[in-house]
């Protein structure tokens, strides 16, 4: 049966050369407008909802985001599963520029930010579990299509979510090493737990876009994050292909 997925692109996705358009949706919410118009279309028998999280062109950044808005256009869409996109830094040896990653578990390093519809304004106080932040069988059809189709990915790490949009100093990396993260990003947070409030599967995909700060011998710079962008997001459209082809 034909599922309803939705892609949420983060840097270097902010458009999906995939799908097969249909139509575009401006919703409005309760909690304001999403990022972006959601993006409707066929691609690989499934129907795909994207979302552009920065907006398109990518320009809201990650701690202005409105999260709620973005999950609850995607509920009111009525799809049955969320693959997040996100650019990270690695911090783990096997985690290096071009590297794929679906992650497992999530540390929580922003602040500020409207991070729940339980806020007893919204939404009454409720606490939900969050022990298995991503869904598992959205991660297992990432990691088996990627097996099916020869793409490497890792199986496996803890993403620290930061708040931006300054990357971190080496002792900021060093400690998040030290609390078990291996990679770094700054949007996986709040989405996950927001989409975990709603009840909607949802896993991440993430491409790995630099050494995290003094992982490498130099300093981080947008031109070699800008061009691992452009080398991997060929392989994640393709890996992204392959798991709605085998939904
Ligand atoms: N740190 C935080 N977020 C990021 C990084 C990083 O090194 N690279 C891409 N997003």
Not at 53 to 60: E, F, N
Not at 82 to 87: D, E, L, R
Not at 156 to 174: K, M
Request: hydrophobic content about 40%; proline content about 6%.
């Amino acid at each position: 049966m034909t599922q309803r997925i939705a892609i949420i692109g983060g840097t270097g996705l902010t458009q999906l050369s995939g799908p097969t358009i249909q139509d575009q949706v401006w919703l409005d919410t309760p909690l304001g407008r999403p990022s972006a118009p959601i993006v409707v279309g066929e691609w690989e028998g499934q129907t795909v909802y994207f979302l552009a999280r920065h907006g398109h062109p990518h320009a809201i950044p990650p701690h202005k985001i409105n999260y709620r808005a973005n999950l609850l256009a995607l509920q009111q869409m009525d799809v049955d599963a969320i693959i997040a996109v996100n650019a990270v830094g690695g911090i783990h040896d096997d985690m290096g520029s071009g590297v794929l990653v679906v992650p497992k578990q999530i540390i929580d390093y922003t602040s500020g930010r409207e991070a729940t519809f339980f806020d007893g304004e919204y939404q009454p106080l409720e606490h939900i579990d969050l022990t298995h932040p991503y869904d598992e069988g959205v991660r297992q059809r990432l990691v088996h299509a990627a097996q099916d189709c020869d793409i490497p990915v890792c199986d496996f790490g803890v993403y620290a979510a930061t708040q931006g949009p300054r990357l971190e100093t080496i002792a900021e990396i060093v400690r998040l090493e030290r609390d078990g993260c291996d990679l770094v990003g700054m949007t996986g947070m709040p989405e996950a737990a927001l989409a975990r409030e709603l009840g909607i599967p949802y896993a991440s995909l993430c491409l790995v876009v630099n050494p995290a700060a003094g992982k490498s011998d130099g300093l981080i710079t947008m031109e070699e994050i800008t061009a691992v962008l452009n080398d991997g997001m060929g392989q994640v459209r393709d890996l992204l292909a392959a798991t709605l082809r085998h939904w």
